[in-house]
Each structure stands twice: as structure tokens, then as C-alpha cells.
């Protein structure tokens, strides 16, 4: 399934481009040439690339390289920053990427599930109940459509937080403690956005999971079994409710990623997502197609990593697999 | 054998479908005690009214730039004021508007109706073509939406229009309908009105759209709806990067130019909050009103009655 | 000693309107006896039982009566109190114990959660003995405390639910149609099995169920109810020998015999709905000897030296 979903992006890369009209990659790197800059380095990119993928080559050669190059991580060369290596670039802004995307999202599933879960209990104080039409409103907007209000209202008019950024314009990347507040500063809004718009749908998928779980027998079971409250709320009923909503999680990887690109571009924060505008702006195809696959694999391990613990969370299906 | 109290003996009446016919009344009692429905439903009314009013008040042109002087905050004269480029903000919302909702009905009608189609001959008909399309869009919805259009749209950008915006969403709008509808089909067809309807002899296509469609249609209409959201979803984030259309003033596309052209350093608090504000209404709207026809769908979301 | 229910209510604030779902039922369990509740489906017979569990849902609401252990009315506990008083005091082992256990916790798991939950743990080692020892009391092996319930058959699975039950010595038993989802052969062994728990600790029992044959080789005595009312109650020999109550007489000759042939008899009509209950008595639209009293006046359970008693204008009418 991992494979696939591999094979599927990079297949997907490799022959969109080939399907539009007239040739945009040759075109770019011809326009590059003409621009000047180191147009020496860009005539041996050209030359390069046409000894592998030039139009006089079968398809299936050139398809054939391309995956050979991609099993070796070889991404190709960035058009507009010749000589640096694609891999160079994402690289760079993936600890930033992977970070704010990690913490958040994680922190938006725990706070969200808890707080779906109380909303739904009959045992809880009525305020969580009160919480769902928040629920809902921030659910339905997207991420960046928050990190937009929160820069309009913290920075431009409280002035409490940075505009945008990962560290100080001045600032210079060390493991000292003020660069770590620095980075903590200019992410406390991003991740706001992140947090805030997630916590509403993790809140209302648990609250329907949960309300199936109450109606199931084992809940009344334990009810007459005279079990406590918390224990029925924990290991009863956020427990069982728990199993599809991580399964949740991994397909909405997806959509998490899509709106943290988004999120990164509204608040020019140095990761993947603001590489990957950059790249657009410039029209440089092979970064593009290079953050594009890197993503696409990043999304298929994470939901390799929940495949792996649902077993672990569920015995039924721990047995049901050691049984094949 | 062991005996047991007697049940009744009439046995109830088969019924050819289980969603009893209701009249307008009812449909319109079963609305009202839906405040989500009601509530989406009046702000997807609000903004649609909105901007097909506004057309009269305004002309597409004032939507590019130099329409006005640049920068001006509401007044009088410009109610919403006008961005960096001169562009009459008033235009802008009100074409924005319709224009990304154009993108937005065109990609889900046009997903929903390969959807269902697909769903319905996979889960119909089985066999092969259900194994091959199970998978397939398993695989398929792993990718994330917005990376495969930017990977298309960057190589498409200087043919863009709104139009064409709104079929390539579409070419990924069809997956989560289909795996949805599908499991709904399969659910259905062991019910025991469609057997009885096979039984009796009923063709496919009569089976399918006299006796499945008709309970389906909820179900539908809260698929539409929310492929309709995620399709200006879509979009939007596909303009925002730079890759919609650059020739018609869509939403995303004004928010493109905001952040670009630092409304915010400037101060320019009208830019920033018109399209966000408008696209809030809009996509709250899409969800109250997907919640509200799912809560008609599915009738043990209901609210207890008394 | 025992259980003693004076007018138990319950009704349900529907929509359209009220709902009695049970009205006024009274009866006694003494300690080490066996009760059989009866009644079709709606008849408000796990209703009653859920009520003396105080785990009625809303709309439901104990509108009334008392329920009496050892001079403590389960009815008026408060939450607290009615949590801890659950199986300690009154166990309740569920109707179709396929989804009644947690799935993802083992069966000692639970059964230490039980214990947990009411004060008794005397450290692992003990507990688990404890456990064992409550699994062999239903015939199931040490290596069953590992096991997850979808592991167990069904069978096991009831019987987990009743070790369960037994765990903490319970004055009073609810089992509420304990065998209704197995086969035949588990049913016998559940039963069995339910019985010697129950005659071991001399717990009162109060069975429920639909099935007249089953408890007529279980109970002591059996109960009749119809429409939320109780209709009849005697010792089993009275109630199915000489029943005194139409409906009563009209079950009993719906029971096909083995030697008999014949048409099969049911009861003609179909219960009242519980929103429009007939005034007077609430089987009489389907009673083949009733009277003009019977439409206007409700019979009231009467009071027969024999302790069998029947709620019927014509009771001892052949």
C-alpha cells in the first residue's frame, strides 16, 4: 500500500509535465539560460537533463531513469539556485515543516479527542456540551484563513508577536537559549492557526464516535456492574472510541499537510511550504515536483506509523493479523 | 422447542420503500426542528444574494486594477474600499464571489456525478471492476488534494481559467464521494425492499433509480454540499499560491495580492477582512448546511424528540 | 431478607405525551428463591429491572415505589450510594452477553475493574485468585482470565458475565434473559450453571424472559406482566396448573404440546400501545370472557390466602 501510493506520486510527476502543451521544463530552463546569472552552469543543467530525459529518448528510458534516479534520492538540480541539489533545499526546511506540523497536530488530536469526548459524556459539566458550535465554526474554516485573523490581530494591531518568519531577521541559527525563543516566538502564531482550526474537527469526530460507543451494551454492562464514572469515561468509552479516530488521523494526514503549506506561506515560515511558493514563483518545475513527492512520502510513513499501532491499541486485530 | 408469549398475529403491510412519503408539511417540520440546515442554508442564501444584488451595483471591469484610486479605505464613494492596485474591493467581493463559486459547483457536480456513477456500477455490479476501483482510490486518496493540483496547475498556469479550474478539482473531487456512496450501495442492496425487487423482476436501472436514489438523496445532497466546500477549498488555496487563474478576480486570488502586496504592513484593514470574511460565511455556511443534511440522512443523529 | 418492590412506576415524557411503561407492579423475592418475570416484548418487564438498577435513561423516569433490601429502598439511593450498592448489594447479569464485556480488555481485567471499583483489592496476587476461583464457580479454566471476549464463545462469554456477577456476593440476582441469544445446548449449561451459583450463595434470583418453558423448569415462582401491569403471580405450579388470569390461560394454551395436534393459537389482536391504554382493564380488547365492568374499571391485583394472586374482574372464570 506504501509502495503504491510511492509509485503513484512519482509516476504522476513524471508524466504530468510531459502531458501539457508544448514543453514548460525546456522552455524554463531556456528562459534561465537568457536570464543570465550563471547561464554556464545552466547550459551543463540543460545538457544534463536532455542526456536523460531529452524528447529524443523512448518514454520508457526516460521513465526508467527517472525511478532510478528516485530510488536514490537523487531529485535532480534547482533550475533558479543551479547548482543546488533539490534534496539540499528540502532539507533545509524540513526540520522547520516537520516540527510545527508534529507538535500541533499531535496536541490538536489529544485536546481535541479529550475535550469531543467530554462533550458528549453525561457525567461531564455542562459547560464542555456548550463548547460544540465552537466546535463546528472552527472546524469549517481553513487553517490559513486563521493564521490571517491571528497575524491581523497579534501583530499588526496588539504588536505582542512577530509577522513572520521562523527566527529574527538578525538572528543567526545557534543552540543558544534566546535563538530558541526566537523560534518559539515566531511559531506561537502558526501553530495557534494549526491548533486551533484542528481542535474543532478532532472534537467532532470523537464526539460521534463516542456517542456510538455509549449506545453500545458493554457501557450499560458496566453501569450495572457499578463501575465508577471515570473508569466508564476512560477505559470504556474513550478507549473503544479512540480506535477509528486515530485511523481518522492518518487519512486526514493529507488535508493537515495541505493546509499547513498554506500556513507556512501566510506567515513566511522558512519551511517546505514556503520553499515550495518560492519554487512556483520561479517556475523552477524540479523543486517543485521534488517537495511534491517528498510529501507525498512523508504522508505514506506516517500512516504506515498508525497502521502499526492499531494493532497495538486493539486485540482484535492484533489477533485477526497474527492469525494470517 | 421452547415456547414463547405469542407475538401479534397480523403481520405489518411490506412496504416498498422504508422512507415513508412525506408531504411538503412534514418535510418542512422535519427542516425546522433542523437548526443546522436552517441556519447553513441561510448563509449560503445570504451570500449568493449578495453578490447577484451587488452585479447591479457595480460593473466587472471595476473588479482590475486602476478602477479607482489605490489604497482607499470604505467611504461614500468605494464602500469597500480599494487595494493596492486600484481594484474596487466592492467588485471584487461580489464577482469574487460567484466566480469562486462557479469553481466550486463545477468541480462537485462534475465529481459527485463521476462519483456515483463509479459507486454505483462498483458496488452493483461487484466483481473485478469493485476490486480494481477499491483499490485504486485507496491509493488515490492517500494523495493530498492540493499537491497534485499545484504539480498540474504549475505546468498549466498561463492557460488557467476558472473553468478549467473547476474540472481539474473535479478530477479529484470523485474519491471520497465514491468510497462513501459505494459503502452506502453495498449497504443497500441487501436490504430487503431492493431484493424484493429483484425478486419480482425488477431491472438494474429500475432498481437503482426507483428504489435506491430516492433514499439516497440526502445522503447526496450532503455529499454535494461537501464537495462543493472542498472544492472552493481547493481552489482558493491553489490561488492563494499563485497558480489560479491570473486573469479573473477570484477570492483566492485577492488574497494572493493581499499578503503579497503587504496589506498588513500598511495597515489595510479592509483588504484583509473582506475575503476572509466572505469565505468564512461561505465555508461555515457549507458546513452547517452538510451537517444538516446529514442529520436528515441519518436519522439517529435527530434530536430526541421532547 | 430479600426483595420487596411496593408499586414500582416508570414512565417515558415522550413527545407525544406519556408513556407508563411500568405501573404500580409490586412484588417479593425471598433470599434463596427464584422469581420468573414474564411478559410479550414491551410488556415493561426489563424496564422494571432497570429501574430497580436506578440505570433508567431519559425520557424514562422512576416515577414511584420502593424496592426494599434488608431496609435499604434502592430507589431513593443517590448516585454515589445506588453506584456502590451495584453488585455488591444486586447484580445484573445482561440479556445477550455478545457485546456486554469490553473489547479490549482481558477477562481478568474486568473482572479486577469490579473489584477495584467497590474497595476490595487485597493486592494482585489474591485478586487474581479471586478470579480463578470466581471462573471455576462457572466451570471455566484459570486460562480463560487472559482471553479477550472475542475469543470466548458465546456460552463463555454469559458465564464470564455471571462469575462476574457472583464476584462480590450479591443478596439479590437480576438475570435478564440470560439465554435468549444461544443455543440450546449453552442455554442448558448456563442455566445450570446460574442456578448452582445462586443456590451456593442463597441469593434471591429474579429471572427474566419470554420463555414460559424455560422457567417452568427453573423458577419457584412466576410473575405475569401485560402492558407495564403485573397481571398474576403464584408459585409455578399454581400459575401454570390453574392460571387465573385470561391472558395467563391464553400464553399457557398457545404453548404447542408435544403429543397435541392441531392449529396453532395465538392471541387474536395485538398489545395496546402504551400511549393510548385502554381505561379499565388493559387486556380486555383481547380477552374472550370479559364483561362491561372490565371496559371501565381497572382490576386490581387481589389478595389470595393461597399467594396466588391474579389482577382480573373474573378471576377464578373457567
Not at chain 2, 158 to 180: F, H, K, V
Not at chain 3, 82 to 109: D, K
Not at chain 3, 278 to 284: D, L, Q, R, S, Y
Request: charged share 15%; aromatic share 8%; hydrophobic share 50%.
Amino acid at each position: 500500500m506504501f509502495l503504491a501510493v510511492i509509485w503513484v506520486a512519482s509516476t504522476l510527476n513524471f508524466f504530468v509535465p510531459r502531458l501539457a502543451p508544448g514543453n514548460p521544463i525546456e522552455d524554463k530552463m531556456l528562459a534561465q539560460v537568457e536570464y543570465g546569472g550563471s547561464s554556464v552552469d545552466v547550459q551543463a543543467l540543460a545538457k544534463a537533463y536532455n542526456a536523460k530525459f531529452g524528447l529524443d529518448k523512448p518514454l520508457l528510458s526516460q521513465y526508467l531513469s527517472y525511478m532510478h534516479d528516485i530510488l536514490h534520492f537523487d531529485l535532480g538540480y534547482s533550475i533558479t539556485d543551479y547548482p543546488t541539489r533539490v534534496t539540499t533545499i528540502i532539507l533545509h526546511a524540513l526540520p522547520w515543516t516537520i516540527g510545527l506540523l508534529a507538535t500541533t497536530t499531535l496536541l490538536a488530536f489529544l485536546l481535541g479527542t479529550l475535550l469531543g469526548a467530554l462533550s458528549v459524556w453525561r457525567g461531564a459539566p455542562r459547560i464542555f456540551l456548550g463548547c460544540v458550535p465552537l466546535f463546528m465554526i472552527l472546524s469549517a474554516v481553513p487553517f490559513y484563513l486563521f493564521g490571517l485573523i491571528l497575524i491581523y490581530v497579534f501583530a499588526t494591531v496588539l504588536q505582542w508577536l512577530p509577522l513572520s518568519g521562523g527566527m529574527g531577521i538578525r538572528s543567526n541559527p545557534s543552540l543558544s537559549l534566546s535563538f530558541a525563543w526566537e523560534v518559539l516566538r515566531h511559531s506561537i502564531l502558526p501553530a495557534a492557526s494549526i491548533l486551533l482550526a484542528s481542535v474543532g474537527i478532532w472534537a467532532l469526530s470523537m464526539r460521534g464516535m463516542m456517542v456510538t460507543v455509549q449506545g453500545e451494551d458493554y457501557m450499560t454492562y458496566a453501569e450495572a456492574l457499578g463501575l465508577t464514572g471515570r473508569r466508564r469515561f476512560l477505559q470504556y468509552g474513550l478507549r473503544n472510541a479512540i480506535l477509528p479516530q486515530i485511523t481518522l488521523l492518518a487519512l486526514s494526514l493529507g488535508h493537515i499537510l495541505s493546509g499547513s503549506i498554506l500556513v507556512e506561506l501566510v506567515f513566511g515560515y522558512p519551511g517546505v511550504g514556503q520553499q515550495l511558493f518560492r519554487a512556483i514563483q520561479n517556475q523552477d518545475y524540479f523543486v517543485i515536483y521534488g517537495i511534491v513527492l517528498v510529501l507525498i512520502c512523508a504522508i505514506a510513513i506516517a500512516m504506515l506509523v498508525v497502521d502499526l499501532v492499531n494493532p497495538l491499541l486493539d486485540p482484535r486485530i492484533r489477533h485477526a493479523r497474527r492469525a494470517n | 422447542m421452547s415456547a414463547s408469549a405469542p407475538a401479534a398475529t397480523t403481520a405489518p403491510a411490506l412496504r416498498r420503500t422504508p422512507i415513508p412519503r412525506v408531504g411538503a408539511r412534514g418535510l418542512l417540520r422535519t427542516l425546522s426542528r433542523n437548526p443546522s440546515f436552517v441556519l447553513g442554508a441561510a448563509l449560503i442564501a445570504l451570500l449568493i444574494g449578495f453578490a447577484l444584488v451587488g452585479r447591479f451595483f457595480t460593473t466587472y471591469n471595476n473588479a482590475f486594477p486602476l478602477s479607482g484610486p489605490p489604497s482607499l479605505p470604505p467611504s461614500a464613494d468605494w464602500i469597500f474600499g480599494t487595494d493596492a492596485d486600484g481594484r474596487d474591493l466592492f467588485a471584487v467581493i461580489v464577482y469574487g464571489s460567484l466566480l469562486t463559486l462557479k469553481i466550486g459547483v463545477i468541480a462537485g457536480c462534475l465529481g459527485l456525478g463521476i462519483g456515483t456513477t463509479l459507486a454505483f456500477i462498483s458496488a452493483y455490479r461487484g466483481g473485478w471492476f469493485d476490486i480494481v476501483l477499491r483499490v485504486v482510490v485507496d491509493v488515490l486518496i492517500t494523495v493530498p488534494t492540493l499537491l497534485v493540483l499545484v504539480v498540474i496547475a504549475s505546468v498549466i498556469h498561463r492557460s488557467m481559467n476558472t473553468t478549467i479550474m473547476g474540472i481539474i478539482i473535479a478530477l479529484l473531487a470523485w474519491r471520497e464521494p465514491t468510497r462513501q456512496i459505494r459503502s452506502q450501495v453495498l449497504v443497500m442492496r441487501e436490504a430487503q425492499y431492493v431484493k424484493l425487487a429483484v425478486l419480482n423482476g425488477a431491472s438494474a436501472v429500475r432498481v437503482i433509480f426507483l428504489e435506491m436514489m430516492p433514499n439516497l438523496l440526502p445522503f447526496l445532497g450532503a455529499n454535494l454540499v461537501i464537495a462543493i466546500s472542498q472544492a472552493v477549498l481547493a481552489s482558493i488555496g491553489l490561488e492563494a499560491l499563485g497558480l489560479g487563474s491570473p486573469s479573473e478576480p477570484t477570492l483566492g486570488l485577492t488574497i494572493y495580492w493581499m499578503m503579497n502586496e503587504s496589506a498588513f504592513m500598511l495597515g489595510m484593514w479592509w483588504w484583509i477582512i473582506e475575503p476572509i470574511a466572505v469565505l468564512i460565511i461561505l465555508f461555515v455556511g457549507f458546513f452547517l448546511l452538510s451537517a444538516g443534511l446529514d442529520e436528515i440522512a441519518n436519522p439517529r443523529l435527530r434530536r430526541a424528540e421532547g | 431478607m430479600g426483595l420487596h418492590v411496593r408499586d414500582l412506576s416508570v414512565t417515558y415524557r415522550t413527545g407525544a405525551g406519556p408513556v407508563r411503561a411500568v405501573d404500580s407492579v409490586s412484588f417479593d423475592v425471598a433470599q434463596g428463591e427464584r422469581l420468573g418475570l414474564v411478559g410479550e416484548s414491551g410488556s415493561g418487564k426489563t424496564t422494571a429491572a432497570l429501574a430497580l438498577m436506578q440505570m433508567l435513561q431519559p425520557p424514562g423516569r422512576c416515577e414511584g415505589g420502593t424496592a426494599l433490601v434488608d431496609g435499604t429502598d434502592l430507589l431513593a439511593l443517590s448516585p454515589p450510594q445506588m453506584q456502590q450498592h451495584r453488585l455488591r448489594t444486586i447484580s445484573y447479569i445482561p440479556q445477550g452477553a455478545m457485546n456486554s464485556l469490553n473489547p479490549v480488555h482481558s477477562v481478568e481485567r474486568q473482572m479486577r475493574n469490579a473489584m477495584l471499583d467497590h474497595g476490595v483489592s487485597p493486592g494482585r496476587r489474591e485478586m487474581r485468585q479471586l478470579c480463578i476461583t470466581g471462573l471455576a464457580g462457572v466451570g471455566l479454566g484459570p486460562e480463560v482470565l487472559r482471553r479477550y471476549p472475542h475469543e470466548l464463545s458465546g456460552g463463555m462469554k454469559q458465564r464470564v458475565c455471571i462469575a462476574i456477577g457472583m464476584l462480590l456476593g450479591p443478596k439479590i440476582i437480576i438475570a435478564d434473559e440470560p439465554t435468549s441469544a444461544l443455543d440450546v445446548v449453552s442455554q442448558r449449561l448456563v442455566m445450570e450453571t446460574l442456578g448452582r451459583e445462586q443456590e451456593k450463595s442463597n441469593a434471591a434470583l429474579l429471572l427474566i424472559g419470554h420463555d414460559i418453558g424455560l422457567m417452568a423448569q427453573f423458577v419457584t415462582r412466576l410473575a405475569v406482566m401485560y402492558a407495564g401491569r403485573l397481571v398474576e403471580i403464584g408459585t409455578i405450579r399454581q400459575v401454570l396448573t390453574q392460571p387465573r388470569h385470561p391472558y395467563t390461560r391464553a400464553l399457557i394454551g398457545s404453548i404447542p404440546k408435544l403429543r397435541q395436534r392441531g392449529v396453532l393459537s395465538g392471541i387474536p389482536g395485538v398489545a395496546p400501545s402504551l400511549r393510548q391504554l385502554p381505561p379499565g382493564c388493559a387486556f380486555h380488547a383481547r380477552c374472550t370472557v370479559h364483561v362491561d365492568r372490565c371496559l371501565v374499571e381497572r382490576p386490581a391485583l387481589d389478595h389470595d390466602p393461597g399467594g396466588h394472586h391474579a389482577a382480573c374482574h373474573l378471576r377464578d372464570a373457567a
